[in-house]
């Protein structure tokens, strides 16, 4: 049902129902006689065995949905890792991550949700807008978004994506032209499922008598409304699930209605 295309299961994709989690690698690739060793060594431990296989049938599977590997179905995982091509260049792990998800997503038998985790925005020192750090950021996001949308194909009719931080930045530059942890940010929706065209926001402005403690952009939207949106209209997920397990005890930020186009 679900996948994290990370280098790590993100905080938001952990609880009591496992998911996959899947990245590009630079690590050589290992050779098949040294994962059935490792597999021997393993089938007396269950944690590490299913962890281990787990991890081996999320990389099969993201081959096959990507076409990055000859691989037939019921080939043995082993087998299955040797034929994976060599990985590309560390600068295009960003790219191929996004369009390794959208062809995962588009596939039949692929999972249904993907938490896709991208770093680099803690822009203290030398952040820039064109040139700069955040500039190439955003250059860099904007093609791995273009990548996604084209690995998903026509399933991006029913898609739903949500690009979203985890923390703002002061309105205004520190000493070394970055900018430091602020409190309100924003949020993108994108996807052909998206009622789009529009900005949902009560702007406060940029004024000093407008920003948040005097430093940052003030919240007028909370972020949970946008995403119980989202899970309540595209997955059919109750409000009452929404407000005491998802988000426990967040009954007062309500689910923002009219998100999704209507078939």
Do not use: C
Not at 86 to 100: I, R
Not at 130 to 146: I, Q, T
Not at 180 to 191: E, K, N, V
Not at 192 to 209: E, M, Y
Request: charged share 15%.
């Amino acid at each position: 049902l679900g996948i994290a295309v990370s280098d790590q299961v993100p905080l938001v994709m952990r609880g009591k129902v496992e998911v996959a989690s899947w990245a590009p690698s630079n690590i050589p690739e290992a050779d098949a006689s040294f994962l059935g060793l490792v597999e021997a060594m393993y089938q007396h431990q269950p944690q590490l065995a299913a962890t281990l296989t787990a991890a081996i049938s999320a990389t099969s599977f993201a081959d096959q949905a990507t076409g990055m590997t000859g691989n037939t179905p019921g080939m043995d995982n082993a087998a299955a890792m040797k034929t994976r091509p060599a990985q590309q260049k560390p600068g295009n792990a960003q790219l191929q991550m996004f369009s390794a998800a959208g062809k995962m997503l588009a596939d039949a038998k692929g999972p249904r949700i993907a938490v896709l985790e991208v770093g680099g925005w803690d822009t203290h020192t030398g952040q820039g807008t064109v040139e700069g750090r955040l500039g190439h950021n955003l250059e860099l996001f904007d093609a791995a978004l273009a990548g996604l949308r084209q690995g998903l194909g026509a399933a991006w009719d029913k898609t739903v994506i949500l690009a979203a931080t985890e923390f703002g930045r002061t309105a205004a530059p520190n000493g070394t032209g970055g900018t430091d942890h602020g409190t309100a940010s924003a949020a993108f929706l994108m996807g052909g499922a998206v009622n789009g065209g529009r900005v949902l926001a009560d702007w406060p402005g940029l004024a000093s008598g407008k920003l948040y403690q005097d430093r940052d952009l003030a919240p007028t939207l909370d972020l949970r409304g946008v995403t119980k949106g989202i899970l309540r209209d595209h997955l059919g997920i109750a409000e009452a699930r929404l407000d005491e397990q998802i988000f426990p005890a967040s009954q007062q930020a309500k689910p923002v209605p009219g998100l999704l186009r209507r078939a």
